[in-house]
């Protein structure tokens, strides 16, 4: 049974303000990630250097970086590094963002193309400034791939686009193999987790994809330990199944630094194979659970093991 930070009240019992005062312990050895940085890792950022890229890998301070970065897996983060809103469990930059760079989308698939990805990741910061709200150079990226490396499947993890149904529907009709957008919390902490974003938008956009484009897997994730209750979690995977979400990410939420929200519990390992199953029993296709899950946590292998039987 995990406990709240500071307490001896079990998780079930205690729902806690993700702002509450609370006594932060050291990190559990479950929420550090062991892997021993290689010279691929430095590789890969010279490569993502040399190209102007980035990759939200390094800008949310990712736990899984040396891991994914040693095995040649990258989430290319598009639209610059600097996001035009301001979530409180997010370390990367806010802003103004700056002008869409047009050669992106082909430096990009050439940096596939260089890495022989099987397949790859792309996302981006939120870009509320732009007329488009970004969603052009989504679609401009996927093509960019699969002109250069046609066998590499291509799995989206998009902005809601304030629920711009054309910005939506034009990203979802490039087809991507996977289409991910997370919800992130649960409803009742939106306000304070996610301003600027609203969870029945989120799962209208889901829900949409996945009736526009039936062939396209649909992928959403929350964090956990910001001091939702064990019935909230299970509330929004109610909801995202009933969106005909395909796939579900469930990790511990990590405060990147002091100036964001604290860590308001530390969920055990078994509480995390839990809800894997409970989430399973709901009929997701693929459920990744774990203290160290990521949106992208895996992504090769989860498409390996549902793509190659998705019906079109």
């Not at 791939?145 to 499947?153: D, F, K, N, W």
């Not at 409803?187 to 609203?198: F, I, N, Q």
């Amino acid at each position: 049974m995990g406990y709240a930070v500071g307490s001896e009240v079990p998780l079930n019992s205690l729902p806690l303000s993700p702002s509450a005062r609370v006594r932060i312990p050291r990190l559990p050895v479950h929420c550090r990630s062991g892997e021993l940085r290689t010279p691929a890792v430095d590789e890969m950022r010279r490569m993502l250097r040399a190209r102007g890229l980035h990759s939200v890998c390094e800008e949310a301070r990712c736990p899984n970086l040396v891991g994914c970065f040693g095995r040649g897996t990258v989430t290319f983060m598009l639209l610059g590094d600097t996001c035009t809103r301001a979530c409180r469990f997010c370390n990367v930059a806010t802003g103004k963002g700056g002008p869409v760079d047009p050669l992106e989308p082909p430096r990009v698939a050439e940096s596939v193309r260089e890495l022989g990805l099987r397949h790859v990741v792309l996302t981006s910061v939120n870009r509320d400034d732009l007329p488009d709200q970004g969603s052009l150079q989504f679609m401009r990226t996927i093509a960019a791939v699969r002109e250069r490396s046609p066998a590499t499947t291509v799995e989206v993890l998009t902005p809601d686009f304030r629920g711009d149904v054309v910005e939506i529907d034009r990203v979802a009709d490039a087809s991507p193999d996977v289409y991910n957008h997370n919800v992130e919390t649960v409803p009742r902490m939106y306000r304070e987790v996610r301003p600027g974003a609203e969870y029945d938008r989120s799962l209208s956009l889901l829900k949409r994809v996945k009736a526009r484009a039936p062939h396209v897997l649909t992928k959403s994730g929350l964090m956990l330990g910001l001091g939702e209750t064990f019935d909230e979690v299970r509330g929004v995977m109610r909801d995202l199944r009933a969106a005909d979400v395909d796939a579900l990410t469930l990790g511990q939420y990590l405060r990147p630094t002091l100036k964001h929200l604290a860590v308001q519990r530390y969920l055990d390992p078994d509480e995390f194979d839990a809800l894997r199953s409970e989430a399973e029993q709901l009929g997701f296709r693929h459920v990744a659970s774990g203290p160290l899950v990521r949106s992208s946590f895996h992504a090769d292998d989860v498409y390996e093991l549902l793509g190659r039987g998705a019906t079109a």
